[in-house]
């Protein structure tokens, strides 16, 4: 042995890092001989130059990795994403229909139609409420100002009462110069999709155009309800509703509801809520 071979077999780390070859090769687990010692193993990067049969274990194909399912709780934030984005797009579409109510009952549409139409509202034994009288002075005002040749009024009556809607307001118009054989009654309807479907009904071809009167909270579902039934409507809100304050704002935001899902199922589908 020369002096270099001797002064190499005796560096404790050449000796480790021999051994650990060895163990490499007869697929021993590496940290078994150090175990006892408490010493921790250095791993040596081994080079080409140590020959095919060193190299053997490190060539070996590594084990497989097994991955995965996504996990319970991304699906769920997932679920929980698509929620929210519903969500928002279902307020930002109230958002729009309430800014709808709000302006609609704000703007008048007034202009030369078939028909004046007067939704009608409470009645005290023959005599209007006060909103029902705001709407039908309205009405004559319109009638004045020759925007129609007929006025049709509507609303049946509740259980108990002598008088409807219809028969209270026509007499009502009729008492301020409207001439009866100018009234079309339409005394059955309970429900604003009802009255003017109604009213449809009871007028022949020849009326098309018709310009809605109700409180402006109101005016938006009106107009589209008839809109709906048959008739090309425009609206006109009596500029003295009764309605105001939280009342109207409470009101509105109904309203909105009911514009926004109405939109989608229909009016008709929705009458027997909204009124």
Do not use: C
Request: proline share 6%; no cysteine; aromatic share 6%.
């Amino acid at each position: 042995m020369t002096g270099r071979e001797f002064s190499a077999s005796s560096d404790p780390e050449w000796v480790r890092d021999r051994e650990l070859i060895e163990a490499l090769d007869q697929h021993r687990p590496v940290g078994e001989q150090y175990a006892r010692t408490g010493e921790i193993p250095v791993v040596v990067q081994r080079q080409p130059s140590m020959g095919p049969s060193a190299n053997a274990g490190l060539n070996r194909d590594p084990a497989p990795v097994h991955t995965l399912a996504s996990p319970p709780r991304f699906v769920g934030r997932r679920i929980l994403q698509g929620m929210l984005v519903v969500l928002m797009v279902a307020m930002a579409y109230y958002a729009v229909s309430l800014w709808q109510v709000w302006s609609t009952g704000r703007a008048d549409q007034v202009r030369e139609v078939d028909a004046i139409v007067v939704l009608g509202a409470a009645q005290y034994d023959g005599r209007p409420s006060p909103q029902l009288a705001a709407r039908l002075d309205h009405a004559v005002d319109l009638w004045d100002d020759g925007v129609a040749p007929l006025v049709v009024v509507t609303g049946g009556k509740q259980p108990g009462d002598r008088f409807t809607e219809a028969s209270t307001s026509a007499q009502y118009l009729i008492d301020r110069g409207v001439p009866a054989s100018m009234i079309v009654l339409e005394d059955a309807g309970s429900t604003t999709y009802e009255s003017l479907d109604r009213a449809r009904a009871l007028l022949d071809d020849s009326v098309d155009t018709v310009l809605v009167v109700t409180d402006p909270y109101h005016a938006l579902r009106s107009r589209l309800t008839a809109d709906e039934v048959g008739f090309t409507a425009f609206s006109s809100p009596t500029p003295d509703s009764v309605v105001g304050g939280r009342n109207e704002l409470r009101r509105e935001l109904a309203e909105a509801a009911g514009v926004a899902v109405g939109r989608i199922l229909g009016f008709e589908r929705l009458s027997g809520l909204t009124d």
